[in-house]
Structures are given as structure tokens and as C-alpha cells.
């Protein structure tokens, strides 16, 4: 089972950045997919970017704003976050889809943009 460790969220004011990160317990050989998602209170878990063989998916509610990478494709992703808005507070999850069909989910992280 891979476990997954996130940081980096926290409260920020509306305009401001934050940056997630997303590591594996483990060296992951075979990753089909990584990427975040979340969920706002009262709404369901939604995707926000996930890299997939060689290209990244983004919400629409995110393009222009947010960035994944996965440098060196070691297994750690990164979300930069910018531009935020009140609209993007909510607990973040990593995610990764591996081997043969197997799922991980970080514990999830809560980002809060307000003024």
C-alpha cells in the first residue's frame, strides 16, 4: 500500500499563493496517474489536475491558475496555486492511481482563502 504525505496548505488571502506537495511512502514503479483533488464543504470530491501518461488534465476552474509538475518523474507531484480565490477553499487530496488499477488518497489538506 502506498501511502501518501501532503503539505503545504494553510490560509492565504484572496490573490495570494500556495504551493501542495505530494509525496509516496514508497518508490512507485508503474504510476498510471497523480495527481489532486478536492472537496468543498457540502460538495463532492472533484478533480483538479492529474498527470496522466505524458499530459496534464486541469479543471477548467483552475487552467491559467494552477500548475502541476512532477520534476525528474519521481514520485512527488506539486500543485502551485495561484491567483486564489475564496471559491478554491476546501481540503485538497493527492492521489494516485498505479500498477494494476491500485489507489492511494493522501489524508487530505486544507487550503483556506479569505480575506
Known amino acids: 500500500q502506498v501511502q501518501l504525505v501532503e503539505s503545504g496548505g494553510g490560509s492565504v488571502q484572496p490573490g495570494g499563493s500556495l504551493r501542495l506537495s505530494c509525496a509516496a511512502s514508497?518508490?512507485?514503479?508503474?504510476?498510471?496517474?497523480m495527481g489532486w483533488y478536492r472537496q468543498a464543504p457540502g460538495k463532492e470530491r472533484e478533480l483538479v489536475a492529474a498527470?496522466?501518461?505524458?499530459?496534464?488534465n486541469y479543471a477548467d476552474f483552475v487552467k491559467g491558475r494552477f500548475t502541476l509538475s512532477r520534476p525528474n518523474a519521481k514520485n512527488t507531484v506539486y500543485l502551485q496555486m495561484n491567483s486564489l480565490t475564496p471559491e478554491d477553499t476546501a481540503v485538497y487530496y493527492c492521489?494516485?492511481?498505479?500498477?494494476?488499477?491500485?489507489?492511494?488518497w493522501g489524508q487530505g489538506i486544507q487550503v483556506t482563502v479569505s480575506s
Open positions: 492521489n494516485v492511481n498505479y500498477g494494476l488499477g491500485y489507489a492511494s
Open positions: 514508497v518508490r512507485v514503479f508503474r504510476i498510471n496517474a
Open positions: 498527470l496522466t501518461g505524458g499530459s496534464t
